[in-house]
């Protein structure tokens, strides 16, 4: 049997950037695939926050 190559595809956690600083309790977290030989930099994302009842930048956390 041939070896199975390393995905190229991989899941992340997307992590809200305005959580922390507002003192609301709770974090809004969002997991979603991205294909690291595309971008490997860490993604943003604009998503909506339900604590804050608004759309906040979400980046990518390890």
């Known amino acids: 049997m041939a070896k199975k190559k390393q995905a190229a595809r991989q ?3 997307l992590e809200c ?3 922390k ?3 609301v309790p ?3 977290r ?3 695939e991205k ?3 595309n ?3 860490r993604l943003e994302r ?3 926050n339900p604590f804050l009842r608004r759309v906040t930048v979400h980046r990518e956390v390890k």
């Open 21 to 23: 600083d507002s003192g």
């Open 46 to 48: 604009r998503k909506y």
């Open 30 to 32: 969002y997991t979603t």
């Open 39 to 41: 971008t490997p930099a």
């Open 17 to 19: 950037t305005e959580q």
């Open 26 to 28: 709770g974090m809004s």
């Open 35 to 37: 294909n690291k030989k």
């Open 11 to 13: 899941s992340i956690h």
